[in-house]
């Protein structure tokens, strides 16, 4: 099975700062990588698909890109809402399997 | 307004059984793949099972190949999880998912139901 490994397990970055997370996946899985987002106490978020389409909704700091086995999150500006625990996930075929998180946190 | 509902979840003695339900509104329940999708306490998201829009497909992660089972009941809107021989580390909260597309990751979630296996 292919396993997705991000980076890093967390980070702390003040407010305004540019953030980018890591995905990585064993094996190609073209661009079918989502993110999301889950605050604290709260059910996740999507975010992004097809590892580059920003979901309805979701604010424009918020970008991806990447395929085949290496994919980035950015936020371009780091605001205090976005204080969560993000999350990248392979949907190509089963299993649709999680990366470990992210948590992101304001200095 | 699509709404995920989920039931079922409590606390049961290891070795136990437990059905979950996830009851839809909103959409066209019939026309999405779904999944099941669980969270241990303090932990990440882990991917449970899924089962595609006619329920003529399912899929499992390998842990829980063989103690759960996912299925569908279009007719009444809604998804199923039944989970036998549980353990300790079945432990979780377990959201359903509504996978948008082929092509899309789980665009709307359940609140979530809590499973706790303990003696």
């Known amino acids: 099975d292919i396993q997705m490994t991000q980076s890093p397990s967390s980070l702390s970055a003040s407010v305004g700062d540019r953030v980018t997370i890591t995905c990585r996946a064993s094996?190609?899985?073209?661009?079918?990588l989502a993110w999301y987002q889950q605050k604290p106490g709260k059910v996740p978020k999507l975010l992004i698909y097809?590892?580059?389409t920003l979901q309805s909704g979701v604010p424009s700091r918020f970008s991806g890109s990447g395929s085949g086995t290496d994919f980035t999150l950015t936020i371009s500006s780091l605001q205090p809402e976005d204080v969560a625990t993000y999350y990248c996930?392979?949907?190509?075929?089963?299993?649709?399997?999680f990366g470990g998180g992210t948590k992101v946190e304001i200095k | 307004e699509v709404q995920l509902l989920e039931s079922g979840g409590g606390l049961v003695q290891p070795g136990g059984s437990l059905r979950l339900s996830c009851a839809a509104s909103g959409f066209t329940f019939s026309t999405y793949g779904m999944s099941w999708v669980r969270q241990a306490p303090g932990k990440g998201l882990e991917w449970v099972s899924a089962?595609?829009?006619?329920?003529?497909?399912?899929y499992y992660e390998d842990s829980m190949k063989g103690r759960f089972t996912i299925s569908r009941d279009n007719s009444k809107n809604t998804l199923y999880l039944q989970m036998i021989s549980l353990r300790a580390e079945d432990t979780a909260i377990y959201y359903c998912a509504r996978k948008y597309s082929i092509s899309s990751g789980f665009d709307h979630w359940g609140q979530g139901t809590l499973v706790t296996v303990s003696s």
């Open positions: 094996q190609g899985i073209s661009n079918s």
């Open positions: 996930q392979k949907y190509d075929n089963a299993p649709l399997t």
């Open positions: 097809a590892a580059s």
């Open positions: 089962i595609t829009g006619s329920g003529f497909s399912t």
